[in-house]
């Protein structure tokens, strides 16, 4: 009988765990559509038809806890909305992805893109080469990944 009971609690757990997985997925994608501003200067229709959330990372999520730690220890005065995590977006190429979702996002001093002659804004947010660049507008980030302008038929 306890057995039983803890199989039935283990299948328990599993859906659970299955849920929590889903909910997170549905969050995203409602944070995703929820983004899209149509920053792109055009009439362009997005059509989502899948977001995938990165895969739990453990030493990542111990880094981001550390500089999180590390920047209220700091002294600086941050309005609590500052320190609220948000999805935000970066525009990479898809063969990048899988690096960034093992290593993170790392610093550049030097953009492999200007260096190939893309010239780009500076963003929203900043220089690109002087920190990690994110935006939180899904489609404003889609202009990196193909390094021009958005168009019809674009996939990414």
């Not at 977001?51 to 920047?71: C, G, I, Q």
């Not at 960034?100 to 010239?119: N, P, Y």
């Amino acid at each position: 009988l306890l057995r039983s009971m803890e199989d039935q609690l283990r299948e328990k757990d599993n859906q659970l765990q299955s849920l929590e997985v889903e909910l997170r997925r549905a969050r995203l994608h409602v944070g995703f559509l929820d983004s899209l501003t149509n920053t792109c200067g055009q009439q362009i229709k997005i059509l989502v038809e899948d977001v995938k959330p990165l895969p739990h990372n453990d030493a990542l999520e111990h880094r981001f806890s550390a500089a999180l730690a590390a920047l209220q220890r700091s002294g600086c005065k941050f309005e609590p909305a500052e320190l609220q995590e948000r999805y935000v977006y970066h525009g990479c190429h898809a063969d990048l992805a899988a690096t960034i979702a093992s290593e993170g996002l790392r610093l550049l001093r030097v953009c492999a893109a200007c260096e190939r002659g893309f010239e780009h804004d500076t963003g929203w947010f900043g220089i690109h080469t002087k920190g990690v660049y994110v935006s939180k507008h899904a489609d404003y980030t889609l202009y990196y990944c193909n390094e021009r302008a958005v168009q019809p038929g674009d996939t990414g």
